[in-house]
């Protein structure tokens, strides 16, 4: 029988590795659903699966101890379930099991925030506002007032600002530890302890950004396993009377409003025909040869005759100089341009 060679390893060692894998997996330009990470991510979830089975067997944690009862070496195992549960939310599954495999990460992150609690590690406001899930849904669907968002925005504000002390801290204590705990005797106990313990704080703020991210994909999910048909979606049926009405026109509303301006387009009828249109202004007198008075008869359209008469031997007159000048004038004559 083949033994399996993880199983081998130390606890430190197991626990590392998946510490290492979690560390890559966020730092790499990869996708995640790339089979390199996957494979990656599976290796990861197995190991701390080992790291927490094997400290439920040394019952190296209990709700009846306090945080100052654990060893320094022995707090990083607290991460484990949480690792375990941010690295399972990353699995690539069809969808129809991504639900349960979502469920089954919440719960291991829960069981993370439940011990930080128990040993009142980290913000525990924040803590208990993850893990009473009915309570933060109730304040979603009720109408937030202007404290409230003032109360949150002040929140994170505070968030931000505890977590760039974070950062800061843990880049200082960092710099002091050995890199495992095979030189952990080297090492301050006091240095270790608060390592950890700031380790444990940053894992809070992402366990429960992960416990959100979870809630949101579950509520995406269930939306789309109620759906009467999830290949097929409903198309509306064509109404049987539709071809007995006649069609509309079409009509913009721009154009109505025109139209019922100025009198164009389809509400636009004619309210005479052009016969009474000619007879109703003969009567008002309002043709062009209508109301012309007797000055412009016979004497105007003599002058008009006379004097058009006079224009045309001027014009003709012109043109006869003209032809008499081209005579005695060649073509080009007088034209001085470009010459030396």
Not at 123 to 142: A, G, Q, W
């Amino acid at each position: 029988m083949s033994v399996d060679p993880d199983e081998q390893k130390s606890l430190s060692e197991l626990f590392y590795e998946a510490f290492q894998i979690h560390t890559d997996i966020e730092n790499t330009s990869e996708p995640t659903n790339s089979e390199a990470n996957q494979i990656s991510i599976k290796r990861g979830i197995k190991l701390s699966q080992i790291v927490q089975s094997r400290t439920d067997e040394l019952r190296l944690f209990s709700t009846n101890e306090e945080v100052g009862e654990i060893s320094s070496i022995n707090l990083k195992y607290l991460l484990s379930p949480s690792i375990c549960g941010v690295l399972t939310s990353l699995v690539q599954t069809a969808r129809e099991e991504r639900k349960s495999l979502l469920i089954s990460a919440e719960k291991l992150i829960f069981q993370f925030l439940d011990r930080c609690k128990d040993y009142n590690i980290g913000p525990i406001k924040d803590i208990e506002r993850c893990l009473n899930v009915d309570d933060s849904k109730t304040v979603k669907n009720n109408p937030r007032d202007l404290a409230s968002m003032n109360a949150e925005r002040e929140a994170k504000i505070a968030k931000f600002k505890r977590n760039k002390e974070l950062e800061s801290r843990l880049k200082h204590l960092k710099s002091s530890l050995p890199e495992n705990d095979s030189e952990s005797s080297n090492v301050d106990d006091e240095t270790l302890r608060n390592y950890w313990l700031a380790v444990i704080e940053k894992w809070i703020d992402i366990s429960i950004e992960n416990i959100g991210n979870i809630s949101q994909e579950k509520e995406i999910l269930s939306f789309w396993e109620n759906m009467p048909d999830k290949n097929n979606p409903p198309v509306p049926a064509p109404s049987t009377s539709r071809n007995n009405k006649k069609p509309q026109n079409f009509i913009l509303t721009r154009d109505k409003a025109q139209a019922a301006v100025f009198g164009a387009g389809y509400p636009s009828l004619p309210s005479m025909t052009v016969e009474q249109y000619f007879e109703s202004h003969v009567a008002a007198g309002t043709l062009p040869d209508q109301g012309i008075g007797p000055s412009s008869g016979a004497n105007g359209q003599q002058n008009g005759e006379n004097s058009s008469d006079d224009e045309s031997d001027d014009k003709l007159k012109k043109q006869r100089e003209f032809d008499d000048w081209k005579d005695t004038h060649r073509r080009g004559d007088g034209n001085r341009m470009n010459m030396g």
